[in-house]
């Protein structure tokens, strides 16, 4: 099956709604056809609403998220993780590489 692309940026990125990996939300940005970016944020961080995110802007914010991830980091793939103690009314309270979980 193939995913619904959500968001596109210049043509060489492109943001697709993913299965969550237990209780998140996920975005995956493709660049050239090719995964880069795993981004999650987890359930709980939408739970709290002092965080900023919710349902209804999840994916947009972790796509934001993930092009500003894009201009400072060139792995070739990575895996982020937001959880409720890094975020406050929309904004990261934490470094960005705090938000790593893994990359190549």
Do not use: C
Request: hydrophobic fraction near 40%.
């Amino acid at each position: 099956m193939e995913q619904e692309i959500l968001f596109k940026e210049e043509g060489f990125y492109q943001g697709f709604k993913a299965l969550p990996e237990g209780d998140t939300r996920r975005v995956i940005i493709r660049k050239n056809n090719l995964a880069i970016l795993d981004l999650n944020v987890s359930g709980t961080t939408i739970a709290v609403a002092s965080s900023g995110v919710d349902e209804e802007n999840a994916h947009e914010w972790l796509w934001n998220l993930g092009m500003k991830f894009l201009e400072s980091y060139n792995y070739r793939f990575a895996k982020i993780l937001i959880t409720s103690d890094m975020v406050l009314n929309g904004e990261l309270t934490v470094p960005l590489e705090a938000t790593i979980k893994e990359h190549e």
